[in-house]
């Protein structure tokens, strides 16, 4: 079936405005994730979703980010009043279940490249 | 918190070749998992292989194939007959086995090895 889709591919935007990034996870899986991957600080873990709850937000890098997910598949990671450092690729993985042998096995989408001007 | 380093930033190999990308990694969980991804230009992250910490037979996916060694923390990646399509960056990954809630499903991430395959 098709994998992980994320929108758009790559976004410029200018400091201070707002942007939405979109998550198309694997038809079925239950867990979602979004990642942070920049040169400074490499690949970071930002949220985990079970379903449409995420149980913990403190991997979130300030309260200008923010992320839901609606009828437990698609998701959507909102930066505020964006500035210079948000600069980064946001990639998105999902598994069929959180944790469970090979089925929690996680699988990326291409990546969403963000510019802040 | 758990740590993984990867201590070779690029590694360059001649086609049909063998290389060893290497990678610690410190815990105090007993239970984990480990893993080794390929990222290539795309960008897409792609599995290459996957370790159980309990099962102590090392994991092989045809060229691929793992060393593990749980006392060491230590989980290096051995490619054989290495092919073009091989180059790319590698990221070794760590996983807790718990549900402890948030954070415990993320994947702790080395900051990568640059593969550089020569023709």
């Known amino acids: 079936g098709a994998g992980v889709s994320q929108s758009p591919s790559n976004k410029v935007t200018e400091k201070g405005k707002d942007v939405e990034l979109r998550c198309d996870p694997i038809?079925?899986?239950?867990?979602l994730y979004w990642y942070r991957q920049s040169l400074g600080q490499g690949l970071e873990f930002l949220i985990y979703?079970?379903?449409?709850?995420?149980?913990?937000k403190s991997g979130l890098p300030s309260d200008r980010f923010s992320a839901e997910r609606t009828g437990g598949s698609v998701s959507t990671l909102t930066i505020q009043r964006t500035q210079q450092e948000d600069s980064a690729v946001y990639l998105c993985?999902?598994?069929?279940?959180?944790?469970?042998?090979?089925?929690?096995?996680?699988?990326f989408g291409p990546g969403t490249r963000l510019t802040v001007l | 918190a758990q740590t993984v380093t990867q201590s070779q930033p690029e590694m360059s190999v001649q086609e049909a070749e063998t290389v060893t990308l290497s990678c610690t990694y410190d815990?105090?969980?007993?239970?984990?998992?480990l893993f080794w991804y390929k990222q290539p230009p795309s960008r897409q992250m792609i599995l290459v292989i996957r370790?159980?910490?309990?099962?102590?037979q090392n994991a092989t996916e045809n060229r691929f194939s793992v060393n593990f060694q749980k006392a060491a923390k230590s989980f290096s990646l051995k490619i054989s007959d290495s092919q073009l399509g091989d180059a790319a960056m590698y990221f070794c990954?760590?996983?807790?086995?718990?549900?402890?809630?948030?954070?415990?499903?993320?994947?702790?991430f080395g900051k990568g090895t640059h593969l550089i395959i020569q023709p």
């Open positions: 993985a999902s598994s069929l279940v959180p944790s469970g042998g090979a089925r929690d096995t996680q699988y």
């Open positions: 038809s079925g899986h239950t867990a």
């Open positions: 979703f079970q379903g449409n709850s995420a149980p913990d």
């Open positions: 815990t105090s969980e007993s239970d984990y998992y």
């Open positions: 370790q159980e910490a309990y099962k102590q």
């Open positions: 990954a760590y996983r807790s086995s718990s549900l402890t809630g948030g954070g415990a499903d993320g994947l702790t």
